[in-house]
């Protein structure tokens, strides 16, 4: 039996494993978050840490200037010159993006610079500044060693050192700090950060030293930069509103809060991610099957699955609104009694997740049906309405208002994905898909598993 015919149990079955552990990596990177924001404020003063969350969050937004997200497009770039005997041109992309983080550097040190002079970053003093620098520079290499990984097949080598190396060393380094009493600055989290960062870069690439073999001897074809460098930016507002949110906002609401609004306004997300999570790790789940029904024609089986992705996902929410309800006022109080301010941004920012259950998973369809454009264009009005509504709320209104822009920023980004993906395609995935599950009952026969 040749390979073309062979059983795919085998390719499914690590297909499995490995979203099996990326949702595994993905709930413990969450919980280790959540443990080093709650040791960094209770280590430092809320101004203190405000500025330290702030500036490791301007550092990894930074951080996708120095690759301009080139390695966003690994997938379609090195996958397809493997697939096709083109190793010259997968050496070539890798190289490349590796190299844009040298060229890029003096002239975002430069930027940086002046920003400082200006008071724009968040470093009030010269080690804070190179501390940021350097952050900067090791969250651009592990982020493109991660998606080189991937590309080559072997994501769990790249992948999952980056999703928990990071929360973990945070989070064992800030307890051994609380535990021998030393006093800490901003700055000395940020370089912590900055060495999570490292030690992420090292222990991938002792992993990925076979795969990453064939370099070696590889020439470099790398004539096709410019489509590279294209793609990458083209891919970047999608990128800073998925996994970059929570960096986004908090860099943008320092732009009008104090360092201890800053330090409310990111516990309180830090508690909504949760959340947050569980609403992507349904559309994540559900994703593959609606592609498929997709791309078979199966209109009737498509509607199902977002109908039961929408239950799942209502269904939780509302139990994660419940919990946040009762206890919520005692989580923020665990943190520390001042952070029980944030109560009313914690109850507003609740609208995020809401907002994602209400308007469905709309660019995961316009996605799977090559409608890259309409997924472009929501995510950049989400990111540049981000970039505007934070701040401006913030000013008026403090956190509150910084939450409100938040919401407001998420929510119009959303609005417009759905609205591309009703006009462009016919398809509703909000909350109205809901009406397909009684369609479904109705007809015993019908079935929701592919």
């Known amino acids: 039996m040749d390979d073309a015919k062979a059983p795919p149990s085998r390719e499914h079955r690590a297909g499995l494993i490995d979203s099996l552990l990326l949702i595994v990596a993905r709930v413990g990177s969450n919980l280790l978050s959540l443990a080093w924001t709650l040791l960094l404020v209770r280590l430092l003063a809320p101004q203190a840490a ?15 200037l120095m690759t301009l997200n080139m390695e ?3 997938m379609r770039c090195i996958v397809p010159a493997r697939e096709h005997g083109r190793m010259a041109q997968a050496a070539g992309f890798i190289r490349v993006n590796r190299r844009l983080v040298l060229l890029t550097l003096p002239l975002l040190a430069l ?21 940021m620098a350097l952050a900067m520079v090791l969250v651009a290499l592990a982020r493109l060693t991660a998606r080189h990984a991937t590309a080559l097949g072997v994501m769990r080598k790249g992948l999952l050192p980056r999703l928990l190396t990071g929360p973990l060393v945070l989070t064992l380094g800030l307890s051994l700090a609380w535990a021998a009493g030393v006093p800490l600055k901003p700055w000395h989290v940020v370089v912590l950060f900055a060495l999570s960062e490292g030690l992420t870069i090292l222990i991938q690439n ?11 001897d590889t020439p470099s074809d790398s004539r096709a930069w410019r489509a590279w460098m294209g793609l990458g930016l083209w891919l970047t507002p999608g990128l800073v509103m998925t996994e970059y949110r929570k960096a986004i906002l908090i860099a943008t609401a320092g732009l009008a809060l104090d360092g201890a609004q800053v330090s409310l306004f990111a516990v309180a997300f830090s508690i909504v991610n949760f959340i947050n999570f ?81 308007f469905g998973p709309a660019s995961v369809i316009l996605a799977s049906r090559g409608n890259g454009r309409a997924d472009f264009a929501g995510n950049l009005t989400g990111a540049l309405a981000c970039l505007v509504a934070v701040p401006a709320l913030g000013a008026l209104y403090g956190v509150t208002g910084a939450a409100a822009g938040a919401v407001a920023s998420h929510g119009l980004g959303l609005a417009v994905m759905n609205l591309l993906c009703r006009r462009r395609l016919g398809i509703d995935p909000s909350l109205a898909s809901l009406r397909h599950l009684a369609g479904s009952r109705a007809r015993p026969g019908a079935q929701v598993a592919p």
């Open 206 to 216: 002792a992993l990925l030293r076979a795969d990453f073999a064939f370099l070696r």
């Open 72 to 74: 966003s497009g690994a």
């Open 111 to 131: 930027l940086g610079a002046a920003a400082w002079t200006t008071g724009l970053l968040p470093a009030e003093n010269p080690q804070m500044l190179a501390a």
């Open 278 to 358: 569980g609403v992507v790790a349904v559309d994540v789940a559900f994703s593959p099957r609606i592609a498929q029904a997709m791309a078979a024609d199966q209109p009737r089986r498509r509607d199902r699955l977002l109908a039961s992705s929408a239950a799942i996902k209502l269904a939780g929410l509302a139990l994660g609104v419940v919990i946040v309800l009762v206890l919520g006022t005692m989580a923020l109080g665990w943190f520390g009694p001042e952070y029980r301010a944030a109560w009313p941004a914690l109850l507003i920012l609740l609208l995020i997740p809401a907002l994602s259950v209400a």
């Open 50 to 64: 405000g500025v330290a969350l702030q500036a490791i969050s301007v550092a990894q937004i930074a951080s996708i």
